[in-house]
């Protein structure tokens, strides 16, 4: 059974940067088969895929051209986890953050952190 | 032009049926997509339903009733999710979804009201 349990803040202040990680038990961030996305929700934006990070023999990922320009997602094999880093954020980034493994499809969500940024 | 579209709210009665649908962006060919489709329900995060991009390549998800199927609208451009024998507990929220150009795009979503 794959668990997948999120932490890091849940206020930023604009401009600041916004970290969360996702711990993966019952897989592998490098697993061949998987991939590791952040999804993120809010009323305003609905459902809104960020990107992901996954291991073909080399590491790859995919960003969001919305959040291109921010967006950092970075695997850590020695602890299984991955990250995500959003820069310069603003309120319209307040959401609920999901970590999420795809294989096939979405299958496994890590349980979500309401992230808030106001100063 | 959002690259899915979604009705906000569509109503039906228990043990009807009900279409939600999901029109892909003018240019965007529903024929060369598979349309998922998840469920989400109040304080959850949304659940797999099932994959359709046609009848002999779709993926139902576990445990998910076969009351539930896929198919494409080719003259309306868009990818269906049938709800068949509605109960109480289909109530939520259903978003369609695709892969376009390596990345993920959401639909707005279709609130499901079964009364």
């Known amino acids: 059974q794959v668990e997948l349990q999120q932490s890091g803040p849940g206020l930023v202040k604009p401009s600041q940067t916004l970290s969360l990680t996702c711990a993966i038990s019952g897989d592998s961030v490098s697993s061949n088969s998987a991939a590791w996305n952040w999804i993120r929700q809010s009323p305003s934006r609905g459902l809104e895929w960020l990107g992901r990070t996954y291991y073909r023999s080399k590491w790859y990922n995919d960003y969001a051209v919305s959040v291109k320009s921010r967006i950092t997602i970075n695997p850590d094999t020695s602890k299984n986890h991955f990250s995500l880093q959003l820069n310069s954020v603003t309120p319209e980034d307040t959401a609920v953050y999901y970590c999420v493994r795809e294989d096939s499809y979405f299958d496994y969500w890590g349980q979500g952190t309401l992230v808030t940024v106001s100063s | 032009q959002a690259v899915l579209t979604q009705p906000s709210s569509l109503s039906a009665s228990p043990g009807a049926s009900a279409s939600l649908t999901c029109t892909l962006r003018?240019?965007?060919?529903?024929?060369?997509?598979?349309i998922y489709w998840y469920q989400q329900k109040p304080g959850s995060p949304p659940q797999y339903l099932l994959r359709y991009r046609s009848d002999s390549d779709k993926l139902q998800g576990s445990g998910v009733p076969s009351r539930f199927s896929g198919s494409k609208d080719a003259s309306a451009n868009a990818g269906i999710l049938l709800i068949s024998g509605l109960q109480s507990e289909d109530e939520a929220d259903y978003y369609c979804?695709?892969?376009?150009?390596?990345?993920?795009?959401f639909g707005g979503g279709t609130k499901l009201t079964v009364l």
């Open positions: 003018s240019g965007i060919n529903v024929g060369t997509y598979t």
């Open positions: 979804m695709i892969w376009h150009s390596s990345a993920s795009v």
